[in-house]
Each structure stands twice: as C-alpha cells, then as structure tokens.
C-alpha cells in the first residue's frame, strides 16, 4: 500500500485541495463575512455570562429558572418576539424515550461544621461546607439531614474490603469516590449517615496537581432513602487522613434543608423564522446546556452566551439587511444538558423533524489558565454530512486569520475581543468527541448532523475555579463568530450553490481516502477491507447530503472522484474472509435516546448493572464511542457485517463477536428488533 501514497501527493499537489479558509469567501462573501466580525463582541457575551455564573444552576431548581428567564430576557431585549419557555415535567417517573426525567432539586440550606465536645456542648472549629458561599461543597441530589457524627476514612469505598475492621455504622464516611459509587455500600449496607467526597477532578496532564480544587459531586436521583454528601479538596482530606491515622477523632456536624421534589425542565428558546416558504419549515438550530454549579463559567456558562451573542448578531444584521435573510429557520436553545434535551425531542417530535442541523457549543471561552485547546468537532460519521466540511471550512479560515495577526501581519479577520487574548486560535478539527448535548441530537432516533465547538482538556471543568475570571472575550468573540457564519450559510443554501459545495467536498474526498490509508496501512487484510468498505459508504453519503440542501446539485463528478479513490487506495475489500452478514436490526422508534442519558442509564435500569459491566464492546479504552455508533448505524437496512465495516472505518478493528454480543443485548430489552 505505502507505494500509492506517492500518487495522493501528486494529486495533492495538483491543486485538488483548495484551503477550506479560501473556499469560505466562495459560500459567504467577505463583506458579509466583515459585517459579522465588526458586530460580535466578546465584551458583551462576557457581561452576559459575569451574570449567569450567579447561579447554581442545577435542573428543575429556581436558580436554573432564574438563569433562565435572565437568557429569555435578553433574547426578548434583542428584539426577539419568537422568544418561549418550553417546559416538561420533571417528576422522577416520566419516560421520555431513554431518559426518566429526574425531580427538582431545592435547597435552601446547607453547612458542614466540624465540631468539638467542650463541656457537653458542641462547638464548630472548621467550616468545610457551605452552600451560600459555595454551593458546589454540597453533592447534588442531597437530601434533608441534620447529624453529628464521626469521621471514617474508607478510601475508594467501592468494595467491601473497603470496609474491612472498621465500624461505620453512624458515622460520616470519608472517599475518594464520587458520593454515588459508594452509596449503595456505605449507607445501605454498613449503616454510615453521610458521606464526604474528595472526588478528584477529571484527569488531564494537571491531574491532582492542584489540591484545592473542589470537585462536583453527585448522589443517585432515584434512590428511595434520604442520604447527603459534602465535597471537599484533596489538601483538605488529606489533612483530615493525617489526624484520623494519627489517633484523633474527628467529628462534624452536617445540616442541610433540600429536597428532591416533582418539577420542570425549563428550556429557552427562540426562532428567525426563515423567509422561503418552501424551506423555513427546516431548522438551523443552536444548542448549548444552561445547566451546571454555580460558578460554571466555561462549564458552560461561555457557551450559553457565545449563542446568546450569536442571536443578537444574526438579529440584527438580518433585520438591517447586512447579511440576507435566512430561507430556513434558526433557532436557539438553551436546555439542561443531555436530560433535557432528550426529553424535548422525545417530547416534541415536530420540532425533532425540523431540525437539520445543530452547531452545539459546550466550553468555548477558556484561557491559558485552564490549559483549554480549542476543537471543532463534525460529530459520529453516523450523522456525517457536507455541513462538517463547511464547519472546518470556517475553522481554517478563523485559524489562518488569526494566525496572521498574532504573527503581526495585516489581516481583516483578527476577530479580538480589546478585553481579551490575542493568540492566535489555532482551533483542532476532529470526528467525533462525545459528552454533551449534540450526542443526542446525532444519536440514530434522529440522526441530526452537528457542529460541537468546545474546549479540552479543562483543569477546572466542574469545580470551583471553574470561574469568570478565567473566560477569554477573544475565544467568546471567535466562537459565536463561527456559528453566526455557519449558521447564515447552511440557513441560505440552495441550489444556486450547489457548485460551491461539491468544489468544497472534492479536496476533502482527496484528503479522507488518504487518511483511510495511513490509518488501515497497519490492518490485517480483513480489518482494510472492512474499513474500506465502511470508509466509502459514509463518502457515499456525505455526497448525497449535498442534495439535502441542493436538491439539483450534479454529484456524479464526485461519486467518479470517489470510485477512483477507492480503486486508487489498492485496497482489496473482497478477501474471501469477511464474515456471514448476520441479522438485520431495526431501532424500536418507541425508544429514542442514547443509552446512558443524565443521571439515569437506561441500559443499566433494563439490562442490569452486572450484564452491562460484562459488554465487551463497551470495556475499551474507546467503548463508549464504539457502542454509542453502534447502535445508531441500526437502521433496518444494514446487516450487523455492515456496521462492523462502518465502525471499523471510523475506529480501526472491532471485534465482530463483540458488536454482536452487544446488539443482542439491546435485543434482549427491546431497544432493537430482528
């Protein structure tokens, strides 16, 4: 094989892949492309999201609701008159497809003293939480409690070894775990009253190098007994080990009014309509999720905003008639994430059928202080379509921008924020990345294709320096800039375009059959023919999705482009060992969703914990992702030898008797049918 790359490089080299960031100017001209730059403004996202880090926002909770009506305020300050609030119960029993919906959760009062025995009364010596000051110390989900007790260090706490000699029953326990992996042991079995976590954060290059930080914790939504839990930092826990192991007793005293109760899921939301009657019944639509502990500023407190800046530009730039009207709809959302979101499409399938495209953004305004590289993710190749190459497109022309001013060159573009960082963006572009909202939006209920913008690695994802602060108005300005973009050109294509989009998919076909040869040159003969095969239909129906917004766009130039890659790659597909095709599987269209949702897995709740832990598909390093394809390449047409060949395209090999393993797991409960 490695003889044919030499081939793709005199392809290459011929002028087949004109930069994506020139082919932007081709679908938005660049005086529009200016008037958008002149009017974003980091500065006024950055007020904006100064005040929604006010509020603990967890689901169904009044802060939520305040952060809420504080974005629907803007919108309508804006000039928004499509501006609602959707609303959905929240009631701990309602099935919205994969997803329970959990109840509210209020609290009105919450601290953790640790307390002394002077003379029979008990005196605080150390507050270590509070939900006033910081509400992140209480774990969510806490209930009602008001206990003295003693301190027990248990570590992990996931294994009754854990337990071993030591008597918790009465007391407060002292982990390393999240408060809800050691619930069902400590409090259910050994009788402890409460729970102190020093869960660490999500593990980076930086991991555990700060021990200060508090981590968000969690208990389980559904349980049916009353439990609490604190947070507190590593520095302090360890301090608290160094007493516990040197004899001391340690004593707190815990109070918390909360309660978990029947509710809303609030999600804001608000329309341009689109001005073609034939085509304002599709939707362009923008998703973030308002959701998450006080302060939450780039967790995601910057995306929320950098769409909220995104809506007031497009308003207003369309109601000047600086940009063109948009044909289709757009639409802004602001849900919590994942629960709600999957609540709404369930709940509101006309809208889940409008629909077309999401630009998702989750972490988008972090700074060198949060380590934060910036990503442009197209989404699962499940959902791929010509909007990912329109999406890189504008990154490579963001990128290239202000590459050039950074480097003290003049451009037009250098999109900064007189507040902000000038660095250039130097923005990564990826398949997929899951973990937000836009997993849901692509899963294979709706198969909706997305633009995920987003920040990682992030040293202070869900803790308490997850500040403002921290937030670049540059990467706000930069971010909302992109999605304004991407969002006017996919609301205005027809097909007077169509030769602007097959021009901009032509390299791209030249680049990703170059790409299937670096990555399967190191295959069996099996795995290259299966990734061949998988590779070629997704190109297959990226090349179609051209028609979705240029219905008499001529592809045959790249479907003859693409029957040349693929005889090019030397790649031989028919090698005598592919396996017997298999079933056929069906997606029952009565459950819509991903299979672990928030705060409720519903493949856990029907399969079982013990069977999901023995999946082998899903015990590798990439098993979420593998088995989150899997099923959504379930469509009633493909046999399972068609999706192992789909997911060996996009992963590399995957064991077949584990993808079958799995999919009749999903059969056994109804998810999928033969």
Known sequence: MTGKFATFAAMLMMGTTTAHADALTDLMPTAELKAVAAETSGALAKRNLDRITLYHRMRGSDQFNEAAQYVYDQLVAYGYDTAEILRFPADGKTMFGTQKSRPAWQVDFAELWEVKDEGGKEVRVHKLGDWAARPLTLAEDSDSADVSANLVDIGAGTADADYARKNIRGKIVLTSSQPDAVEALALQKYGAVGILSYAANQKTGWWKLDDSLVRWGHMSSFRGYKAFAFMTSLGEARKLQARLKAGESVRFHAKVEARREPGEYRIVTATIPGSDPKLKHEEIAFSCHLDHPRPGAND??????????????????????????PKRTIRFLWPAEIESTTVMLNARPDLAARIKHVIHMDMVGGNQATKSVFRVSRGPKSAADISGDIAWA????????????????????????????RNPQSALKEWISLGSDHDVFAAGSWRIP????????????????????????????????????????LATLTDADSAKLIALDRPAVVARASDLMAKARDYDAGDQAAASR??????????RSIKGYAPEADTKGLTTLASGMRKLTGIKEDTGVRVVPGPVYTHNPAIKGIMSVFGYSYLEDKLGADKVAKLTLMQADNGEEVSYEALNFVNGQRSVADIHDLLVAEFGPVPMDALKEYLAALASIGVVST
């Open 300 to 325: 995601n407190a910057s995306g929320c905003v950098a769409i909220l800046e995104a809506a007031r530009v497009l308003k207003r730039l369309v109601a000047e008639g600086t940009i063109p009207a």
């Open 394 to 421: 504008i990154t490579d022309f963001v990128n290239e921008n202000t590459q050039a001013f950074a480097d003290g060159e003049d451009t037009d573009f250098p999109l900064l924020s007189p507040e902000g960082t």
């Open 450 to 489: 997305v633009t995920y913008l987003h920040d990682w690695p992030d040293i202070y994802i869900h803790t308490n320096k997850d500040v403002a602060a921290n937030i670049d108005p540059t990467k706000l300005k930069r971010a909302a800039f992109i999605g304004v973009v991407q969002a006017e050109i």
């Open 534 to 543: 998988g590779h070629w239909a997704t190109e297959a129906r990226i090349t």
